[in-house]
């Protein structure tokens, strides 16, 4: 439930929070959307695939924001060497999540949210998972998340109906988003407080 819900939860608002205070990011979100999908009707999953600013922006918020510090612990089944270290039999490994993410040998100007950097291959599709073990947001190999499809499938829905549907403003009393973090569980120090504003057709919000 932790992986399914709060995961997902945490790299939206992250890239929201990001987005928001960098207007020509979320300008160029906006831009794909219209050009991809239009303004008379909502992004369906058939759209994501063609969706890969959307979801570079969602990979940065896993790159830079994990929800967890480290993965799951897992168990070595025999002695092996990885990256130079060795590994006896019966250790526990745990791979940290934000050091990866955030590690300076990886990636240029870690700390910077720049989703342009998961578009380095011309026409090839952006996916949230890594399996180069560059970051990790849905784990990797025997032991991967099993529903790294569906996870990337309503996370990127969500984030597509939320970028396409309002406008997001922060509040008239405030110069911007405050991007400090919670150092014990990694999400923002403060929840998310934006206005939002519908900038679609009415007739494509529910009514209540």
């Not at 849905?138 to 597509?160: D, E, N, Q």
């Amino acid at each position: 439930m932790l992986a399914t819900i709060d995961n997902p939860s945490n790299a939206i608002e992250w890239a929201m929070a990001e987005m928001i205070n960098e207007p020509k990011i979320l300008k160029k979100a906006v831009d794909e959307l219209d050009k991809v999908v239009g303004c008379n009707r909502l992004v369906e999953e058939q759209d994501l695939p063609q969706l890969n600013y959307i979801k570079a922006c969602l990979k940065e918020a896993f790159r830079l924001h994990p929800f967890a510090a480290f993965n799951a612990p897992h168990v070595s089944l025999m002695n092996t060497s990885v990256a130079g270290y060795f590994i006896p039999k019966g250790s526990h490994v745990l791979l940290s999540r934000r050091g990866l993410g955030r590690n300076p040998d990886v990636w240029m100007d870690p700390m910077r949210f720049k989703p342009d950097r998961h578009l380095v291959v011309e026409g090839k599709q952006v996916v949230l998972s890594d399996d180069d073990l560059r970051m990790l947001s849905f784990s990797t190999g025997k032991r991967g998340c099993p529903g790294v499809v569906l996870g990337s499938t309503f996370t990127t829905m969500l984030l597509a109906r939320m970028v396409q549907g309002f406008t997001w403003e922060v509040p008239h009393n405030e110069s911007g988003i405050n991007l400090a973090e919670n150092h014990n569980d990694l999400c923002l120090a403060k929840p998310l407080v934006v206005i939002a504003k519908p900038r679609l057709p009415q007739y494509l919000y529910p009514q209540i």
